[in-house]
T-cell receptor, first 115, second 115 residues
Framework: NAGVMQNPRHLVRRRGQEARLRCSPM?????VYWYRQLPEEGLKFMVY????????ESGMPKERFSAEFPKEGPSILRIQQVVRGDSAAYFC?????????????FGPGTRLLVL | DAKTTQPPSMDCAEGRAANLPCNHS???????VYWYRQIHSQGPQYIIH???NNETNEMASLIITEDRKSSTLILPHATLRDTAVYYC????????????????FGQGTILTVHP
């Protein structure tokens, strides 16, 4: 059973460009979570999605950031008009469902560098 | 904010048991204790979790005190590859109280295993 997959693993963007980060959850998992780790800092929750629904976006910056998890295909974290402060590692996690405390399994992350 | 307190760093000799403490004095009755680790900026790796009872798996043991206000993660025979940041997390229910969502990471404990 393949783990959580994220691509690209590394992404370089210039200020003002758009960044699209993709996350394919583990097989059978319908819940996706995005976290961000700024340099030398801890992981911070951004957003929690189920298929076609945003469940909790309390950690998402108010502007420029959006996330989706369509019925088909991977979850996408989109950052518009990137700035240098967006440079970070972005991790995706998935879980099969949330009724009990289902374990989240993390992907390898996407390292975003904004020049 | 994280509901846990961990020592910032610990050392352990290779082959010896590593005992990582965690305080979570404000934990509620339906909140789980989770442990993850992050090896050199890789994606966080799930280790173990528990609610009330002690737990053991192929990676580690989790000892939760009877009052649930603290716990200890035990790596029985630490190896150099266990050098990582270890995160103790109290898994809270979401705002609606119907399910468990995000993980709130603190600063963790940097465990260094030396030869």
């Amino acid at each position: 059973n393949a783990g959580v997959m994220q691509n690209p693993r590394h992404l370089v963007r210039r200020r003002g460009q758009e960044a699209r980060l993709r996350c394919s959850p583990m097989k059978g998992h319908s819940h996706v979570y995005w976290y961000r780790q700024l340099p030398e800092e801890g992981l911070k929750f951004m957003v929690y999605l189920q298929k076609e629904n945003i469940i909790d976006e309390s950690g998402m910056p108010k502007e420029r950031f959006s996330a989706e998890f369509p019925k088909e295909g991977p979850s996408i974290l989109r950052i518009q008009q990137v700035v240098r402060g967006d440079s970070a590692a972005y991790f995706c996690a998935s879980s099969p469902r949330t009724g009990g405390a289902e374990t989240q399994y993390f992907g390898p992350g996407t390292r975003l560098l904004v020049l | 904010d994280a509901k846990t307190t961990q020592p910032p760093s610990m050392d352990c000799a290779e082959g010896r048991a590593a005992n990582l403490p965690c305080n979570h004095s404000t934990i509620s009755g339906n909140e789980y204790v989770y442990w993850y680790r992050q090896i050199h900026s890789q994606g966080p790796q799930y280790i173990i979790h528990g609610l009330k009872n002690n737990e053991t798996n192929e990676m580690a043991s989790l000892i939760i005190t009877e009052d649930r206000k603290s716990s200890t993660l035990i790596l029985p025979h630490a190896t150099l590859r266990d050098t990582a940041v270890y995160y103790c997390i109290v898994r809270e229910r979401n705002a609606g109280g119907t399910s468990y969502g995000k993980l709130t990471f603190g600063q963790g404990t940097i465990l260094t295993v030396h030869p």
